[in-house]
């Protein structure tokens, strides 16, 4: 909380939820007295909304009870964060925050603007939320793979084929996802777990490659670790795309796994 809890709790109380709508990793409910409840689950948690009767586990954290019956339960994994802003006032944490990678209005234009010549590793750019805002080093990996861009890329290197496939991959990668539920190690608001469950190299250290067959490696990308296929990512040389990629060098809507090997 960003408040003593009897401040928070007199802030909150009595207030109605008029909807819920999100910006890179933070949900934000709007409250009819013009202030927002901002939450932010960081390393993974649960948010489960509960019909009347039915209490929330022992395990949560946070409890929104409604006059109706229903409850809220937020639980978090590790750390995470449940703000409450004013009308009018400020929060650094989210004032900050960068385009939207899933908005119609994020056109490639704008992605190869936000890349522009920098220096820093093309996988360091895309997690900074002041850039680019909701993603994160469990979805980062498999889209890499799928433009064929290593993580340690600088961004300055990436040609204007490599960019448009990474941006293409961004897309497609982040929607199939969100489609898909989510992770399937995380419920969605009723509990159901979602059903995004097979990485193609992500966490798979030590495994082949589903294109090429390589070991997948894992390496040190600043303060998180990567997975790579130097197979298929090779740190210099440009190649083309890999089988069953091709769409997403326009764009695409679809993001199409690669081959897999008999």
């Known amino acids: 909380l960003n408040l003593p809890e009897d401040e928070f709790q007199r802030r909150i109380v009595g207030r109605r939820v008029l909807g819920a709508e999100s910006r890179g990793k933070w949900a934000f409910l709007p409250l009819d007295d013009g202030s927002r409840l901002a939450l932010n689950l960081n390393m993974g948690g649960n948010v489960v909304l509960y019909d009347p009767g039915k209490g929330p586990r022992d395990k949560w954290r946070i409890v929104l009870r409604f006059s109706d019956g229903c409850s809220l339960s937020i639980g978090f994994w590790f750390l995470g964060y449940l703000h409450h802003i004013g009308p009018g006032e400020s929060h650094p944490m989210t004032d900050g925050l960068g385009a939207d990678p899933l908005s119609e209005e994020f056109t490639f234009e704008d992605f190869d603007r936000l890349l522009g010549r920098r220096k820093l590793p093309i996988k360091t750019f895309l997690l900074r ?19 064929r861009v ?11 084929a490599e960019r448009r496939r990474v941006y293409g991959a961004m897309r497609s990668y982040l929607k199939k996802a969100l489609d898909l539920g989510g992770a399937s190690y995380e419920n969605d608001l009723y509990d159901r777990p979602g059903g995004f469950a097979e990485l193609l190299i992500g966490y798979r250290e030590g495994q082949g490659c589903p294109e090429c067959g390589a070991i997948i490696k894992k390496i ?18 440009l190649l083309p795309p890999p089988a069953g990629v091709t769409s997403l060098l326009e764009g695409g809507k679809e993001c199409t796994e690669p081959r897999r090997r008999p």
Not at 220 to 237: I, L, Y
């Open 220 to 237: 040190k990308t600043g303060s998180t670790s990567g997975f790579v296929c130097e197979g298929c990512q090779p740190f210099g040389a």
């Open 150 to 160: 290593h993580p340690l890329r600088p961004v300055a290197s990436l040609d204007e």
């Open 129 to 147: 939320q002041n850039a680019i805002a909701g993603i994160g080093n469990y979805y980062i990996q498999d889209l890499l793979f799928l433009a």
